[in-house]
């Protein structure tokens, strides 16, 4: 939120220059400074709510100018310990989990916009990047692989894909088209961080197998809702 304020006591008058608050611009309010910003949060929070501007799970799943790029909305960034879960009712990003010492995730983790995997939630992508992101930042990437798995026991399991993609102006990942140019160990570590996520939670977590960037199209068109 940015604003610029002038207020007179005598005539209990605000005049708001600039305002960006869920694309509400109120200019000018004749209410005390203090009743002047509660009205102007209402009014955005509830133009928000209605079209769907503060839900970034709502968004197209792919780029309105290339339609071969995923839109990623990243979750958790870089080296980060705190694992943070979008909540579509509340329309805020929540900490979900902290990582022991000594485990970060390896790279910026988010979820594809209106799509829905087999466990219920949003796709998951893990993205390869320069620098750390930040919650809530959305990305444009190119689709390179998928890291199939499956959680829960026998007799109780789910799919649970996790699509790898590179950040459409990454420089250090320029090259890379599909998982083959990741390198047979570089996607062993990211199976193992994954099982390892599980284990934290007391879950099972089996990779089936990683797949091309086509399957990893197929799967997310499969799963928009």
Not at 72 to 100: C, M, Q, Y
Not at 149 to 169: F, L, M, P, S, T
């Amino acid at each position: 939120m940015r604003f610029g304020r002038r207020y007179d006591n005598s005539r209990q008058q605000v005049i708001l220059q600039e305002l960006d608050l869920s694309c509400a611009r109120i200019t000018r309010t004749n209410l005390p400074l203090p009743q002047s910003i509660h009205v102007v949060v209402q009014i955005g929070t509830e133009m928000s709510k209605k079209n769907g501007l503060a839900d970034p799970s709502r968004l197209k799943p792919f780029d309105a100018d290339d339609k071969r790029l995923l839109r990623v909305v990243i979750e958790t960034p870089k080296g980060s310990r705190n694992k943070f879960a979008f909540d579509p009712d509340d329309h805020i990003f929540e900490l979900k989990k902290v990582l022991p010492a000594g485990m970060t995730f390896p790279y910026d983790f988010g979820f594809v916009p209106s799509t829905k995997a087999d466990d219920g939630d949003p796709i998951d992508v893990l993205v390869l990047m320069d620098e750390p992101a930040f919650p809530g930042r959305v990305l444009s990437c190119r689709v390179i692989g998928v890291i199939e798995g499956e959680q829960g026991d026998k007799k109780d399991k789910e799919r649970n894909d996790r699509i790898i993609a590179v950040e459409k102006d990454a420089h250090s990942w320029a090259d890379i088209k599909t998982m083959d140019d990741l390198g047979k160990e570089f996607c062993r570590e990211l199976e193992e961080f994954f099982v390892n996520y599980h284990k934290l939670s007391g879950e099972q977590y089996r990779v089936l197998g990683l797949k091309g960037p086509d399957e990893a199209r197929k799967l997310v068109k499969s799963g928009v809702r």
